[in-house]
């Protein structure tokens, strides 16, 4: 995603390639970078001399921390004096509760060097991660969530909301972290979960021969990055259990349905299923 | 599908206006499908004096039954005697058990006029019906399922097997009606049932606001036929039953660990599944 960001910030925003630094821990992603034209300096995080990072950081107008949450957490408290004064951060991260509470307690911490952090979480993910992989993450008439807290200046919002709609997400909703968390662990979470258990369920590596596009497309995330979903499904626990409890429900009412031979109510339920998915698609 | 086979039949198998007729329920659709090119005549068989279906199997050396699994057993019992010496019969139904018993009994009842039936199945379907829509099921590369019962005859079926292939089908599995129904219970109906369920217990219909292809791409199948998946699901119970029950203790697990805090055994699991789902592209 921090791939995918920054050509997204080279190509759609206008961002000249020596106003662009990335930092990482793998030095070939960073090497890869600045040979494709993105960036202008790499600094490699997990080096024992990480004292560039700080140098990165000292340099930067808007930073985006492409970071799972918990390394959010760790990356701050780390680097939290190195951020430039005045600076516009944001994050990408799955969850935002810990994030946004992290942010109200870094925003306080440099309150007199007038730092911004505003949470965001872009709805734009690929099966597969790494910066090899960063042009399938397409960002065009995609989803924006912001979680913006309290103290977040109105200019910077702006300042944020016009970069993401130039890299080419076409909607940015704003929510408390509570609200994101909650609809996430739907749209999101749930629908991992789901498609694991499918795959967990079925040993036939051959099944596919029986697929007509349901099973591919319900099955598609399934090819997950099991650390990087097993964080976001713990950091979002209660939300996500409470999302799974109520998709259990449903499901057992149309096993019910099913298992009585009542097909007329079978017929109506599925209808109102039907009616709302297209009334949703409208709203889309 | 009738509509979509119709025009592979005109457009990839070489077959000539003059030689494709249709009949339907809907007189519009027969008029549509004749002006576009694609047929010679149509046959209201809703009509009251519906002695043209009889008229237009007499003419067929090859019939598709496009209908749902009943539709197709009365279809046959009402028409039995009308289907001309030597022809070759088959049906799209997405079961199979019902219709390979119907097409033993009907190869039987015309033994002495060669006529074969052999059940199949095209895994190439599209969330919207009606010939108006019959261009979004696109055959190309798709799954084709044939589950041919004990007197097909080798030609008989070969000469199907080439009719599927110009059609755009890239492969063609054979299996008894028992394992199809098991098979496609699985890939097929269970993915129905759990993308309603998806939508059944969620009322917010700006939800698409979070959404980031996950949900959409679990949810599109939730646009279905109500009363034609209503007669699959009961038609198909037993299979089906057992299909989300094993789902269900999948998914029953994956929650344990998750509310377990077990961040370890949880990804370990994920991983499974990922390696699982990877390994189930490759055999595609």
Redesign the interface.
Request: glycine share 4%.
């Given at each position: 995603m921090g791939g995918a960001i920054a050509k997204a910030l080279r190509t759609q925003c206008g961002v000249t390639q020596k106003r662009l630094f990335a930092c990482d821990q793998d030095n070939d992603t960073l090497n890869a970078a600045q040979q494709a034209g993105l960036i202008c300096k790499g600094f490699d995080v997990s080096h024992a001399d990480a004292r560039g990072v700080g140098e990165m950081l000292a340099l930067c107008d808007i930073v985006f921390l492409c970071l799972n949450p918990s390394s959010i957490l760790r990356f701050l408290e780390q680097w939290k004096d190195s951020f430039k004064n005045n600076c516009v951060v944001t994050d990408i991260a799955g969850t935002k509760a810990s994030i946004a509470a992290a942010a109200e307690k870094f925003c306080e911490y440099r309150k007199n060097d007038n730092i911004d952090f505003i949470p965001g979480h872009?709805?734009?993910?690929a099966e597969k991660s790494g910066f090899n992989n960063s042009s399938l993450c397409n960002f065009n008439e995609?989803?924006y969530?912001l979680t913006p807290i309290s103290r977040n200046e109105p200019n910077n919002l702006e300042f944020l909301k016009s970069i993401i709609y130039k890299m080419g997400f076409s909607?940015i909703?704003e929510v408390t972290p509570v609200e994101?968390d909650r609809?996430?662990a739907?749209?999101?979470q749930?629908?991992?979960?789901?498609?694991?258990?499918?795959?967990?369920?079925?040993?036939?590596?051959?099944?596919?021969?029986?697929?007509?596009?349901?099973?591919e497309?319900?099955?598609?995330?399934?090819?997950?990055?099991?650390?990087m979903?097993?964080?976001l499904?713990?950091e979002n626990?209660s939300a996500?259990?409470d999302?799974?409890e109520?998709?259990?429900?449903?499901?057992d009412?149309?096993?019910t349905l099913?298992?009585s031979?009542n097909?007329k109510e079978?017929?109506?339920?599925?209808?109102?299923?039907?009616e709302?998915?297209?009334?949703?698609?409208r709203?889309?």
């Open positions: 872009p709805m734009a993910g995609k989803n969530i909607r909703t994101h609809k996430i739907f749209t999101s749930l629908c991992h979960v789901i498609a694991a258990a499918l795959i967990d369920c079925e040993s036939d590596l051959e099944i596919t021969r029986f697929g007509g596009g349901s099973f497309d319900l099955t598609r995330i399934a090819m997950l990055n099991a650390p979903w097993t964080e499904f713990m626990r996500l259990l999302r799974v109520q998709f259990e429900k449903s499901l009412d149309l096993k099913i298992n031979d097909a079978l017929e109506k339920r599925l209808s109102l299923v039907r709302r998915r297209v009334e949703m698609s709203k889309d």
